[in-house]
């Protein structure tokens, strides 16, 4: 068997070592070896091309969107343990179009019946809108390439999609050829494919070229091959070719792939007639950053699937990658606009759920428990509203900063709802944020740390999250609702003349009868309070605010007001038809709390 040529590339080790030294442990380093048998994975040599001194992708930033290529529907698929039929395939096709996807590969149709029915019926009922290129995944066997043409006949548009793995490991193991051999059956099969395109001519052929086990593969090696398969397809400015690169394993760090992509990128020929595009699986759980920075180092184009669905920890998850750009001000080029339809597409399509935390689409993205989120997303969406108000536009034409959330739910479908719950983790920022989203009240700062106390409690007995209406029942039960007032305020009138207002009440107070009383103020208020002394209670008021609060019970009025009574401070709220008698009623339970 054929050796793959000496590698340079491969045999420097040019990584220093990072992390705390073993020999002199520090005081501060409490950790000891652990029993893993982590020599077991020990490597020698780098991946790393050592003339790549001089990369240039860390200097890289991303302004554009990469062309998106879409392999929910072949490698998603054939990760599934039910594999789509052919309705979960017809829904998640024509999610994918909706949503943007200019490059689908629609399946593996020579591997089963099931991919090629399904690809002859995009076909045969012109499913594939014009602009969009569907691309059918093949081996390099020629008996499967004859099937996968079948599959494509009558097409308009289609992309033959050639791979084979490529790496030392495979060669020996699976293939038992060597890299020589290996070269030769990819040459031949991408001939063939040349050949059978050939005699297609109803059909606009383009090709991908996939060295499976890229990152794997001796750099020099998959050089030799992916020049050889562009020259043999004769790439041109016109009629590129896409040469795809894969981590079908991710084994290494990401600045790693970002190494091999560029040294690719800088080195490939007919530079101007490849698509440079790269495949991240996400093994080590970094598939998205492989991305990025693969995009950095000069791909063009990402092949992956919505949410990550894919073998073993997936493929890389264009959700991520689109809205990682969307939140740095690049536009996407794909919809996402209502994520929880395409969410709920492709849960039915895959029978398998999108975890609550995954970026941008989990259920609980866009929520805070803690308190000190929730105060500062409180405070960042008031000021949102601030900003909007100042420059008199709508909230969503100023530009989006609230801390903890990266972007505005808003912009994928969400609801504000969500992103405050309340629990024992919250404080008062969460509390207030809660009822004033939910129920329109906005409580002064002094009555939120009580109410926020309060909630504590209840939130710490039961354990749970408490809802939206939990927390108002909360409100109410301190200030609006009490079983045996101390002070029942049961009508009055007010008339003013002047700078004076004067209130004839009807109160009970105490274990008392009904009482009228009579005072004069500068307000309502002022004038309850005087008239309250008449039963004896020397109320003060420190502070009284209120507002319009529209509910599913009409336009009504909230007050809230802190008193000093017997020398303590108490608040108290009322929520009522008209103002006076709202702020009335705020004195009044204000009282009733002190005497509870
Ligand atoms: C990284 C990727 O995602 S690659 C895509 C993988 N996707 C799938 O495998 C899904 C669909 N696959 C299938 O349905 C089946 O594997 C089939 C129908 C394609 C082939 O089935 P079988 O002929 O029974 O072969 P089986 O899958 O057991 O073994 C693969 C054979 O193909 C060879 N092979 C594997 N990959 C390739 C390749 N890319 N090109 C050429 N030959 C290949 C293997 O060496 C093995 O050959 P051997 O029989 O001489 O040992
Ligand atoms: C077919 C190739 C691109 C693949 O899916 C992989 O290597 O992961
Ligand atoms: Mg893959």
Same mark, same amino acid.
């Given at each position: 068997?054929?050796?793959?040529?000496?590698?340079?590339?491969?045999?420097?080790?040019?990584?220093?070592?990072?992390?705390?030294?073993?020999?002199?442990?520090?005081?501060?380093?409490?950790?000891?070896?652990?029993?893993?048998?982590?020599?077991?994975?020990?490597?020698?040599?780098?991946?790393?091309?050592?003339?790549?001194?001089?990369?240039?992708?860390?200097?890289?930033?991303?302004?554009?969107?990469?062309?998106?290529?879409?392999?929910?529907?072949?490698?998603?698929?054939?990760?599934?343990?039910?594999?789509?039929?052919?309705?979960?395939?017809?829904?998640?096709?024509?999610?994918?179009?909706?949503?943007?996807?200019?490059?689908?590969?629609?399946?593996?149709?020579?591997?089963?019946?099931?991919?090629?029915?399904?690809?002859?019926?995009?076909?045969?009922?012109?499913?594939?809108?014009?602009?969009?290129?569907?691309?059918?995944?093949?081996?390099?066997?020629?008996?499967?390439?004859?099937?996968?043409?079948?599959?494509?006949?009558?097409?308009?548009?289609?992309?033959?999609?050639?791979?084979?793995?490529?790496?030392?490991?495979?060669?020996?193991?699976?293939?038992?050829?060597?890299?020589?051999?290996?070269?030769?059956?990819?040459?031949?099969?991408?001939?063939?494919?040349?050949?059978?395109?050939?005699?297609?001519?109803?059909?606009?052929?383009?090709?991908?070229?996939?060295?499976?086990?890229?990152?794997?593969?001796?750099?020099?090696?998959?050089?030799?091959?992916?020049?050889?398969?562009?020259?043999?397809?004769?790439?041109?400015?016109?009629?590129?070719?896409?040469?795809?690169?894969?981590?079908?394993?991710?084994?290494?760090?990401?600045?790693?792939?970002?190494?091999?992509?560029?040294?690719?990128?800088?080195?490939?020929?007919?530079?101007?007639?490849?698509?440079?595009?790269?495949?991240?699986?996400?093994?080590?759980?970094?598939?998205?950053?492989?991305?990025?920075?693969?995009?950095?180092?000069?791909?063009?184009?990402?092949?992956?699937?919505?949410?990550?669905?894919?073998?073993?920890?997936?493929?890389?998850?264009?959700?991520?990658?689109?809205?990682?750009?969307?939140?740095?001000?690049?536009?996407?080029?794909?919809?996402?606009?209502?994520?929880?339809?395409?969410?709920?597409?492709?849960?039915?399509?895959?029978?398998?759920?999108?975890?609550?935390?995954?970026?941008?689409?989990?259920?609980?993205?866009?929520?805070?428990?803690?308190?000190?989120?929730?105060?500062?997303?409180?405070?960042?969406?008031?000021?949102?509203?601030?900003?909007?108000?100042?420059?008199?536009?709508?909230?969503?034409?100023?530009?989006?900063?609230?801390?903890?959330?990266?972007?505005?739910?808003?912009?994928?479908?969400?609801?504000?709802?969500?992103?405050?719950?309340?629990?024992?983790?919250?404080?008062?920022?969460?509390?207030?944020?809660?009822?004033?989203?939910?129920?329109?009240?906005?409580?002064?700062?002094?009555?939120?740390?009580?109410?926020?106390?309060?909630?504590?409690?209840?939130?710490?007995?039961?354990?749970?999250?408490?809802?939206?209406?939990?927390?108002?029942?909360?409100?109410?039960?301190?200030?609006?609702?009490?079983?045996?007032?101390?002070?029942?305020?049961?009508?009055?009138?007010?008339?003013?003349?002047?700078?004076?207002?004067?209130?004839?009440?009807?109160?009970?107070?105490?274990?008392? =009868?009904?009482?009228?009383? %009579?005072?004069? *103020?500068? &307000?309502? /208020?002022?004038? @309850?309070?005087? +008239?309250? #002394? $008449?039963?004896?209670?020397?109320?003060?008021?420190?502070?009284?605010?209120?507002?319009?609060?529209?509910?599913?019970?009409?336009? =009504?009025?909230?007050?809230? %007001?802190?008193? *000093?009574? &017997?020398? /303590?401070?108490? @608040?108290?709220? +009322?929520? #009522? $038809?008209?103002?006076?008698?709202?702020?009335?009623?705020?004195?009044?339970?204000?009282?009733?709390?002190?005497?509870?």
């Amino acid at each position: 068997m054929t050796e793959a040529p000496p590698s340079p590339l491969v045999t420097s080790r040019l990584r220093t070592p990072v992390g705390p030294r073993r020999d002199d442990q520090q005081w501060w380093n409490a950790q000891r070896g652990s029993a893993m048998p982590f020599q077991r994975y020990e490597r020698s040599g780098s991946r790393l091309p050592h003339e790549l001194t001089d990369r240039t992708w860390p200097m890289k930033s991303l302004v554009r969107a990469p062309l998106w290529a879409s392999v929910d529907l072949r490698d998603g698929n054939q990760a599934l343990s039910s594999p789509m039929d052919i309705e979960r395939k017809s829904r998640m096709f024509d999610l994918l179009v909706s949503m943007g996807f200019k490059d689908i590969e629609v399946g593996y149709p020579s591997a089963s019946d099931a991919d090629f029915s399904f690809l002859r019926m995009l076909i045969e009922q012109d499913r594939i809108p014009d602009d969009v290129t569907i691309s059918v995944f093949t081996p390099a066997r020629p008996e499967l390439i004859d099937r996968t043409f079948e599959a494509i006949e009558g097409a308009d548009r289609a992309m033959v999609h050639l791979c084979n793995a490529t790496a030392c490991l495979w060669r020996e193991v699976v293939f038992g050829m060597s890299a020589d051999d290996v070269q030769r059956m990819a040459l031949r099969s991408a001939e063939h494919i040349a050949r059978r395109a050939e005699s297609a001519k109803r059909t606009e052929l383009r090709f991908e070229y996939s060295p499976e086990t890229f990152n794997v593969t001796e750099p020099e090696f998959v050089l030799r091959l992916s020049n050889a398969i562009t020259s043999l397809w004769d790439a041109s400015p016109d009629r590129p070719v896409t040469l795809n690169l894969p981590t079908t394993v991710e084994t290494d760090s990401p600045n790693v792939f970002a190494d091999q992509v560029e040294w690719m990128h800088r080195n490939l020929e007919r530079r101007d007639a490849v698509i440079l595009s790269v495949h991240p699986h996400n093994d080590r759980g970094t598939a998205v950053a492989s991305a990025e920075l693969a995009v950095m180092a000069g791909a063009d184009r990402v092949e992956g699937t919505l949410f990550g669905n894919g073998e073993r920890t997936g493929n890389v998850c264009l959700a991520t990658l689109a809205l990682n750009l969307f939140s740095q001000g690049i536009d996407p080029q794909l919809d996402f606009s209502d994520i929880d339809r395409i969410r709920r597409t492709v849960e039915f399509a895959n029978q398998l759920p999108v975890h609550p935390r995954h970026p941008y689409a989990g259920d609980l993205v866009y929520t805070a428990f803690s308190g000190t989120h929730q105060d500062a997303i409180a405070k960042g969406l008031a000021a949102i509203e601030r900003r909007a108000a100042e420059a008199g536009t709508a909230t969503t034409e100023v530009p989006w900063d609230v801390p903890y959330l990266p972007i505005d739910p808003k912009d994928v479908g969400r609801t504000y709802e969500s992103v405050v719950r309340v629990n024992s983790q919250s404080g008062k920022g969460g509390v207030a944020h809660v009822l004033k989203s939910a129920y329109g009240l906005d409580l002064p700062r002094g009555m939120r740390v009580e109410l926020a106390r309060q909630v504590q409690q209840v939130a710490d007995g039961d354990g749970v999250e408490l809802t939206s209406r939990e927390l108002r029942a909360v409100f109410a039960e301190m200030y609006l609702d009490f079983a045996r007032p101390a002070l029942l305020l049961k009508e009055f009138q007010l008339t003013s003349e002047g700078d004076t207002t004067d209130i004839d009440a009807l109160v009970v107070h105490g274990e008392g =009868r009904e009482k009228r009383l %009579a005072g004069s *103020g500068a &307000d309502a /208020a002022g004038a @309850y309070v005087d +008239a309250l #002394a $008449g039963t004896g209670l020397a109320v003060e008021i420190a502070e009284i605010t209120g507002h319009v609060v529209s509910d599913s019970l009409g336009t =009504r009025y909230a007050a809230y %007001a802190q008193i *000093g009574l &017997d020398g /303590a401070t108490r @608040y108290g709220a +009322a929520i #009522a $038809g008209d103002e006076a008698s709202a702020r009335l009623g705020a004195v009044t339970s204000a009282v009733n709390r002190a005497h509870a």
